[in-house]
């Protein structure tokens, strides 16, 4: 199973977010200051939704903040190969995009693929079958 939902409860600043992608489960503390509840999920539905129907790459963001005060995000990049999906929990660091930041772009800052890091230490990886995603509602 490939999926990621918000769970009941939340502050005014912060939800959780639980994500499951086959036997792994994390919760991710969601910051809700800049992007809210319907937001997240409109992103999760269309990145899922995108690598369920065929696209090569897509993300999902746990954690986006105002990119115009914000050093980085929190996410977890996919990418599709054949019929396996790869995801990868990363820091996507601001001042590593060269151009504007586009929010409704993010594919494009997704990296080429790698499973080590420079000094050979092996990135830490799940992978899944494509049929094993869950496509969340996305919010009207």
């Avoid at 065929?54 to 105002?66: E, H, N, P």
């Avoid at 230490?121 to 079958?129: A, G, L, Y």
Wanted: with cysteine; aromatic share 10%; hydrophobic share 35%.
């Amino acid at each position: 199973m490939l999926s990621i939902e918000l769970l009941p409860g939340q502050t005014p600043r912060t939800a959780n977010a639980e994500i499951i992608i086959g036997g792994h489960k994390e919760t991710a503390e969601v910051p809700l200051q800049y992007w809210r509840r319907d937001r997240y999920r409109k992103q999760w539905h269309d990145a899922l939704q995108g690598i369920a129907s065929g696209k090569l790459t897509g993300c999902l963001i746990t954690a986006m903040y105002d990119p115009r005060s914000a050093n980085f995000l929190m996410w977890w990049p996919m990418w599709r190969v054949g019929d396996t999906v790869f995801v990868q929990n990363q820091i996507l660091f601001m001042d590593k995009i060269r151009e504007g930041f586009d929010e409704e772009g993010l594919e494009r800052y997704i990296p080429k693929r790698t499973t080590t890091t420079s000094e050979g230490e092996r990135i830490s990886e799940w992978s899944v079958s494509v049929k094993d995603i869950v496509v969340p509602k996305a919010d009207k």
